[in-house]
């Protein structure tokens, strides 16, 4: 093993690897000396090839010295490291945390939402309501940035442009969805401002019942049009459901095997749970089931939906 040798400044010596190179002279490996608490430490600076020179070993030395004499700061390298290290840590956090505050609407929309959406159709509707309704208001917004105000522009454009009240409640669904997912990453930390625009209420008013005969009539020719259209029908006749309360309807919020649907927005205002038949139990197990967030009936081709 190579000896140590002394240098001109105190406290600081070094060893020359036997093989080991920086420029034409062996490389050098520094380290400083000194006491503390009454016993004797040493600890390693690092190599000549680092950048690490007598005269740089000394002024560290030093700097640890003034620090055990006055009492303040790291009295050790160990302890230097350990501070810069979290303030690293600290930096980059910081660094992190500003990043994911200056992401937009439109870029977490596109670039996490939809592409962690299973479900291919919603992806299709959702893209084309947020291109029409959502992007030339907040897309270029950041999450953070986003208020009631924004929505409420949403919310007279496309009543200004007579939309059905079932698109204006889905787009902030899709709205209210992108949030949350946003909030779950703590990307945001408040609450989605959607919940404080008053939508129009969808009217669901009933004209009369439908006899057994016409209601198995009506779900027969719905199936075989399209199997959405007879979901739709099929559960809005046997849990007594408007639209509005099935076109928002999350996987979250069924639970098959408790034989429970929870509605959520419902006409009342508060949040309602309804049991299962036998029948609407299957028809759910029949049912590709997406993500706990993700929005059950989505389809392009509901013309009385997204007209």
């Known amino acids: 093993m190579a000896k140590w040798i002394k240098t001109n400044f105190p406290g600081v010596r070094y060893r020359e690897h036997d093989s080991r190179k920086h420029g034409k002279v062996k490389d050098r490996y520094y380290t400083i000396r000194y006491k503390i608490d009454g016993k ?40 230097k490291r350990a501070v810069e290290n979290e303030r690293r840590e600290i930096k980059q956090a910081d660094q992190h945390r500003r990043e994911y505050e200056s992401i937009t609407f439109e870029s977490y929309f596109k670039n996490v939402y939809l592409l962690e959406t299973v479900n291919k159709k919603s992806n299709k509707v959702e ?8 992007h030339s208001v907040i897309g270029k917004h950041t999450i953070n940035d986003i208020t009631d105000h924004h929505l409420r522009i949403i919310k007279k454009n496309m009543q200004d442009a007579d939309r059905a009240v079932r698109t204006i409640h889905y787009a902030f669904s899709i709205i209210s969805q992108v949030w ?12 989605c401002p959607t919940r404080d625009v008053d939508l129009p209420r969808i009217d669901n008013q009933k004209k009369r019942f439908l006899s057994k ?15 959405q259209l007879y979901e739709l029908a099929y559960l809005s006749l046997y849990t007594g459901a408007r639209f509005s309360e099935l076109a928002g309807l999350t996987w979250r919020r069924v639970n098959v095997d408790k034989s429970e649907i929870t509605f959520r927005n419902t006409k009342s205002g508060k949040d309602r749970t309804v049991f299962m038949t036998e029948g609407v139990r299957q028809l759910f197990r ?22």
């Open 180 to 191: 949350n997912r946003a909030r779950k990453a703590k990307i945001v930390q408040r609450d």
């Open 40 to 79: 004797d430490k040493e600890e390693v600076i690092g190599w000549a090839s680092e950048g690490w020179t007598s005269a740089k070993a000394y002024e560290r030395f030093k700097e640890l010295k003034e620090n055990r004499r006055d009492g303040e700061g790291p009295r050790t390298l160990a302890e």
């Open 127 to 134: 893209r084309i309501i947020y291109d029409k309704w959502i």
């Open 286 to 307: 029949n049912m590709e089931q997406g993500l706990s967030d993700s929005l059950i009936f989505v389809e392009s081709r509901i013309r009385c939906v997204f007209r």
């Open 213 to 227: 005969n016409e209601a198995e009539a009506l779900l027969a020719y719905l199936k075989n049009k399209s199997q």
